[in-house]
């Protein structure tokens, strides 16, 4: 008797796909239940097909023209088209009119997209878009496909309760967010309150309402407290830790044992110190110094041993790897790592004994290097300084460590010598720090003074990063590559940098930029001669804007800033993840080659990368909005200040005190002025006078917006 042949079975979402390929194939097509059955010859019963073809058309994917008759959704048709033409992947940057650009690498131009084909992508969101044919040289301009990854799941907000439902109202730099909550979510809220709430719903088309519920009411929050909250948030970063990892870490033991001591190389009686800002509470390194018996010294740079206690694909592991970084306001430091590691474990706090992966240089009378070594070890920290302590014995030659601390300066600079002989760029950008008072208030903006402290610390961290990329290079040159994370800078924008030299010779000076090392050596001369001239000195960061922005890739370029052919990240693991990843790789190829897949690493240092720029802006943020305060009971006074950027709406001014940009807008002016491609300058149609970039101006501050972070001017006088 011949067995009977049995039809395949299909799972569900396999059956919607199978299904989906049928119709869409012949998009003009009518299909039933039974038609479909019998193309794809399976043993499902009809209520599956008929299951699967209803959860089709909820997608929207397919039509019902009528019971039992189904069709392609053109719209849908449209949408696959789309996909396989001139598609990419990109993070989206929405402007104050809502609008956005979508940032993608590997393309010169962002791409805009209006509002109206942004498909309720909100800022910083990745998507998937369409990108059509650049015309007549304009930019590149597409409309949102998909939306892949939401930034923003959490808001701050205040509560308002309506007759049937409340709204958790979000105002940001981007404009105001409603997020509607059921009466079951309120979680206690009341009008008025200020809360957090988790978006659960974005909805799915363009006017679709967002919808959340109320994680926890915010207790005695003051403006600022709020304003810090709400910069962290919209910058995709969050609040607190989840609760299973707060549990995962207070698990972790304390104690070091004999066991771990007998597999590290013990460097507990050798003289160590840490040196740290002021209100550091997470201790990521460390230098010691010690005179060996053939005379040389031995330098060495010693890291938190973050990856003993934070093992891959734990919770802790995933979280940091979610957060990427630590991020870093005016106040407060929001940690990639819970406090219990970040500040106690791992934190290398002095008097205690610490586990570190250290990197130890020998030098010899003449500050050569003659051996290095990396591995693990234990530590003693015998002192911690502040920077301002540290350089208040190096400038008096007495102190504690004073003779220690003179060694590691000498050393330090000789480095830094060589560095910029070699083509290193010595650009040093502002940074803008506030004194608060109690009511954290800004009452003073100072820019942070750099000394020798600051320096020698720098330095050292830098030929540590600098040895490692070259360790795992020289193992790529005896065998096959190692997958590694390098820290890559790369040349800059050679149209951007010649406008910029073309605008810096009307300035007086003038660039060289036949070979990269030339284009070094004039940015130094540049940043020499902005110590003396204040033109100059404003002349730099437009310069540095000509610059590519360094990234984290597994593809090995080099550091053109920093003048290194080879470079990375390792001497902070507790506020970087990829400083932990590069010592998981590190250590497994110390004394064997170990691969990791390229691939998947490659991935990683694309999320790392993209959380460090949303750092980035984060800070920005926290400073412009102290920035903001600070002027806000001088609304009315003059300032001195230099043109700093020009956009299509008008022109900033630096103002020369506190730092803050303002905006000057073109309809504001005498007559209509047209902007030059390069962004430089622009020019008056009528009496053809020109403003440029670095002119130093006299401005009126006539608004100052807190919520906006933003700062309007008027033009008194150009100051020629």
Request: hydrophobic residues 40%.
């Amino acid at each position: 008797m011949k067995k009977k042949k049995k039809k395949n079975k299909m799972t569900s979402k396999y059956l919607q796909k199978k299904i989906l390929a049928i119709i869409l194939a012949n998009p003009k097509k009518r299909y039933s239940p039974k038609s479909i059955v019998k193309k794809l010859k399976i043993d499902n019963s009809m209520d599956s097909v008929r299951d699967a073809l209803t959860t089709l058309v909820k997608a929207n994917k397919i039509l019902q023209l009528k019971p039992e008759i189904y069709k392609a959704n053109r719209n849908f048709v449209q949408k696959v088209v789309e996909r396989t033409l001139n598609t990419y992947t990109g993070i989206v940057d929405i402007t104050r009119r809502g609008a956005g650009f979508i940032l993608v690498d590997g393309l010169d131009d962002d791409v805009y997209v209006p509002s109206k084909y942004l498909m309720g992508a909100m800022n910083k969101d990745e998507v998937v878009i369409s990108v059509s044919e650049d015309k007549r040289g304009k930019r590149p301009s597409g409309k949102v496909l998909e939306i892949t990854k939401r930034n923003i799941t959490q808001v701050v907000g205040k509560f308002r309760q309506l007759r049937r439902f409340a709204i958790v109202e979000y105002r940001g730099k981007h404009g105001v967010i409603d997020i509607n909550i059921n009466p079951e979510d309120y979680n206690g809220a009341k009008g008025g309150d200020s809360v957090m709430a988790i978006i659960t719903s974005w909805g799915k088309n363009q006017n679709k309402a967002l919808w959340g519920k109320v994680h926890n009411v915010l207790t005695e929050t003051d403006a600022h407290n709020f304003a810090m909250q709400q910069i962290i948030i919209e910058n995709g970063f969050e609040l607190s830790f989840p609760d299973e990892v707060m549990a995962a870490a207070k698990k972790l033991s304390q104690e070091i044992s004999p066991q771990e001591i007998a597999l590290r190389k013990d460097l507990r009686e050798v003289t160590t110190i840490t040196i740290d800002p002021l209100t550091a509470q997470d201790f990521d390194d460390a230098l010691s110094i010690r005179t060996l018996e053939n005379g040389n010294v031995e330098i060495g740079v010693h890291i938190a041993d973050v990856s003993h206690y934070v093992k891959p694909g734990s919770s802790i592991d995933k979280e940091a790897y979610r957060r990427s970084t630590s991020v870093y306001l005016v106040d407060r430091c929001v940690p990639m790592l819970p406090e219990e590691l970040s500040n106690k474990l791992c934190s290398l706090r002095p008097n205690e004994e610490s586990l570190c992966f250290s990197a130890l240089f020998e030098f010899d009378d003449k500050l050569k290097i003659k051996n290095q070594w990396f591995g693990k070890t234990i530590i003693f920290s015998d002192r911690r300084f502040t920077y301002e302590e540290a350089q208040k014995i190096i400038e008096a030659g007495e102190g504690e460590f004073s003779e220690e601390l003179q060694v590691f300066n000498k050393i330090a600079k000789s480095i830094r010598k060589q560095r910029y002989k070699n083509g290193a760029i010595s650009f040093e950008t502002e940074e803008v720090q506030f004194k608060l008072d109690e009511q954290n208030r800004p009452i003073e903006i100072f820019v942070k003074e750099r000394k020798d402290a600051h320096l020698l610390v720098e330095d050292f961290m830098l030929l540590a990063n600098k040895s490692v990329a070259q360790f795992i290079q020289k193992k790529n040159k005896e065998s096959k590559e190692v997958p590694f994370v390098y820290r890559v800078h790369d040349v800059p924008n050679m149209e951007k940098l010649a406008d910029f030299a073309a605008f810096a010779k009307e300035a007086g000076f003038k660039m060289k930029l036949d070979t990269p090392k030339n284009i070094a050596k004039s940015f130094n001369a540049m940043a020499a001669k902005a110590k003396e001239d204040e033109i100059m000195a404003l002349m730099q960061p437009m310069a540095i804007r000509t610059m590519s922005k360094a990234i984290y890739t597994s593809e090995n370029i080099g550091h053109y800033g920093l003048g290194f052919d080879d470079y990375t990240h390792f001497t902070s693991p507790i506020r970087r993840y990829s400083d932990l990843l590069v010592h998981r790789i590190l250590e497994k190829n110390l004394s064997k080659d170990h691969r990791v897949d390229k691939a998947d690493l490659e991935a990683k240092c694309k999320h790392i990368s993209a959380l460090e720029r949303s750092a980035m802006e984060a800070e920005r943020e926290s400073v412009k909005y102290k920035q903001v305060e600070f002027l806000l009971d001088k609304i009315g006074q003059s300032f001195e200040g230099y043109i700093s950027g020009m956009i299509d709406q008008g022109i900033f001014v630096q103002l020369k005190e506190s730092k803050a940009e303002g905006l000057i807008r073109f309809n504001q002016l005498d007559e209509p002025y047209e902007m030059d491609d390069s962004r430089l300058f622009a020019t008056a149609y009528k009496s053809k006078a020109k403003i440029s970039m670095g002119m130093k101006v006299m401005v009126k501050l006539i608004n100052a917006d807190m919520e906006l972070r933003q700062v309007d001017l008027e033009l008194i006088d150009i100051i020629r």
